[in-house]
């Protein structure tokens, strides 16, 4: 079983649409390495909930600014007294019975986000030092994705993680068999990578067999000349070059999460040039973590620059083609 986390130390570069993409292709047969007859799930770690909201119609709670997960369909009141019926991400760090829920993907089980929950467990572990307890949380995560039931159940496990190296993130880690980290090509979500790459290798040493990092994917990407010098300076970087894909994620409409395509009959963009995009990133996940052996998909057609990047004293003065942030 493979257990992906998809993690970055900076918030805002896309982990969530990466995470439930492999997700989504892998429950509808697009990840052919995976076993076909076990299923697919993802976990949000994230207080922001975003793959939970994507995945379940999450419940409004008063006045929290956090949604609740929904009831479970399994739930009877009349018979579960020790269970009021939800489950969530938090519930691995305290080593409670975990119950995912089902989506509308038949393969496809997600364990949401309780936003509250997380940030309570994220405040009363923040100053702490005790490398036992984290040790003990670190243990309830092995412990949940070595369980024979899950494994029996699943086949690939997905984390979407929140940004930061805390008792919530760390354990995801130690827990891991891949990492995928995605990046922005700018700013702090740059300098991030060397650093997190740094911190998952210290963390192998906690691991008998160690977590790999799986690739650093270019994700929010613009056509303009300040994304491309920060790439090719990436590609001459050789700290990261050999983890940098070759496989990018534009900057586009179709991949916001409100856009996303959830349907088992219809999971594909309608956008070609996105769809040809996912497509080619599902492909080099599976070279990558699966080491199958496929041929690169040819690279989309070149498209025009970004006219309104401000720092780009070369665009050309033609009109440009500008896409919209997702």
Not at 154 to 179: L, Q
Not at 185 to 212: C, H, Q, W
Not at 215 to 240: F, I, Q, S, Y
Request: hydrophobic share 35%; glycine share 4%; aromatic share 8%.
């Amino acid at each position: 079983m493979k257990v992906v986390v998809v993690a970055n130390a900076k918030g805002g570069v896309g982990k969530t649409t990466l995470a439930i993409n492999l997700a989504i292709r892998a429950a509808c047969g697009e990840i052919p390495e995976v076993d076909p007859d076990k299923n697919i799930l993802i976990c949000d770690m994230d207080a922001q909930q975003n793959t939970s909201q994507t995945l379940l119609q999450m419940e409004k709670a008063g006045t929290n600014d956090y949604l609740l997960p929904p009831l479970h369909p399994d739930y009877n009141p009349e018979e579960d007294f020790d269970w009021d019926g939800r489950c969530s991400s938090t519930d691995i760090y305290y080593d409670k019975d975990v119950v995912p829920y089902p989506t509308v993907f038949s393969r496809l089980d997600v364990l949401p986000a309780n936003g509250d929950h997380l940030e309570l467990f994220q405040n009363l572990t923040k100053n702490v030092n005790d490398a036992s307890l984290l040790d003990q949380i670190c243990d309830h995560f092995r412990k949940f994705v070595e369980d024979a039931d899950v494994a029996e159940e699943y086949d690939m496990i997905v984390f979407d993680t929140p940004p930061g190296k805390n008792f919530i993130t760390i354990p995801v880690f130690r827990a891991a068999t891949d990492i995928l980290m995605p990046f922005k090509p700018e700013g702090f979500s740059v300098e991030g990578l060397a650093k997190m790459k740094a911190s998952i290798e210290k963390e192998n040493e906690y691991r008998d067999t160690p977590v790999k990092i799986s690739g650093m994917v270019p994700n929010l990407v613009k056509h303009n000349n300040k994304h491309r010098d920060t790439l090719a300076g990436l590609h001459n970087n050789t700290e990261v070059a050999a983890l940098l894909w070759d496989t990018t994620l534009h900057d586009r409409v179709a991949f916001v999460l409100d856009n996303m395509p959830l349907s088992e009959t219809n999971f594909r963009y309608q956008d070609p040039k996105a769809e040809e995009e996912m497509c080619a990133l599902v492909d080099q996940f599976r070279r990558e973590v699966y080491g199958a052996d496929i041929a690169h998909r040819p690279p989309p057609a070149a498209e025009a620059d970004d006219e309104d990047d401000a720092d780009d004293a070369t665009v050309a003065a033609t009109p440009a083609v500008h896409e919209t942030t997702g």
